[in-house]
């Protein structure tokens, strides 16, 4: 197995665009979470999905975070309008049930 | 509420000297474990978790972690370090029912030659 893959691995944007990051979980796995990596802040999960359905994104930051799961193979996670604060590792992680958690390689946010 | 705090923010050892990277929890309920090392640019790699069993766990490139309950910690733990195993290591810890992770801050271990 490819292990949860993510695109793209770096992303430089400019205040007020719109950002979207996408995740492949492992398949067979039916628990998808997002979080973000911050030096100030460590690893925050922003949102959980369990069968393809959001089922806590009480950690996404404000409005313009956005994530979707239209299939167990796919998600995105959407910015807009992004700002400078949001510059970030934002990591996708996957799991079969309450098994540990698999993470991708992260995508390298920068918000000029 | 769940929580895990790693009380050192940089372990720095030896080649061939034993390793230790230490963790307490704080959880509802019967405690699942886990430990992760994240190397730079990468993301967090699973390495090994306690849910129940056996006190001492092994995991990958011989790492092991023992769980005590009394002291709610649960250390990583490798007998002889490696240059290659300087990394950052999460502990992390969730309630038997949970689906949600709590991460410690992490630990930056260096090993030197």
């Known amino acids: 197995d490819a292990g949860v893959i993510q695109s793209p691995r770096h992303e430089v944007t400019e205040m007020g665009q719109e950002v979207t990051l996408r995740c492949k979980p492992i398949?067979?796995?039916?628990?998808l979470f997002w979080y973000r990596q911050t030096m100030m802040r460590g690893l925050e999960l922003l949102i959980y999905?369990?069968?393809?359905?959001?089922?806590?994104d009480s950690g996404m930051p404000e409005d313009r975070f956005s994530a979707k799961m239209p299939n167990a193979s796919f998600s995105t996670l959407k910015i807009q309008p992004s700002e400078p604060r949001d510059s970030a590792v934002y990591f996708c992680?996957?799991?079969?049930?309450?098994?540990?958690?698999?993470f991708g390689p992260g995508t390298r946010l920068t918000v000029l | 509420a769940q929580s895990v705090a790693q009380p050192e923010d940089q372990v720095n050892v030896a080649e061939g000297n034993p390793l230790t990277v230490k963790c307490t929890y704080s959880?509802?309920?019967?405690?699942?474990l886990f430990w992760y090392v994240q190397y730079p640019n990468r993301g967090l790699q699973f390495l090994l978790k306690?849910?129940?069993?056996?006190?001492l766990v092994k995991g990958s490139y011989g790492f092991e972690a023992e769980f005590n309950k009394s002291q709610t910690s649960f250390h990583l733990k490798k007998p002889s370090a490696l240059v290659s195993d300087s990394a950052l290591y999460f502990c992390?810890?969730?309630?038997?029912?949970?689906?949600?992770?709590?991460f410690g801050a992490g630990t930056t271990v260096t090993v030197r030659a």
């Open positions: 999905f369990n069968n393809n359905v959001p089922i806590d």
């Open positions: 398949s067979g796995h039916n628990s």
């Open positions: 992390a810890v969730r309630g038997p029912s949970d689906y949600k992770l709590s």
């Open positions: 992680a996957s799991s079969s049930g309450v098994n540990e958690q698999f």
């Open positions: 959880v509802s309920g019967n405690p699942y």
């Open positions: 306690y849910i129940t069993g056996d006190n």
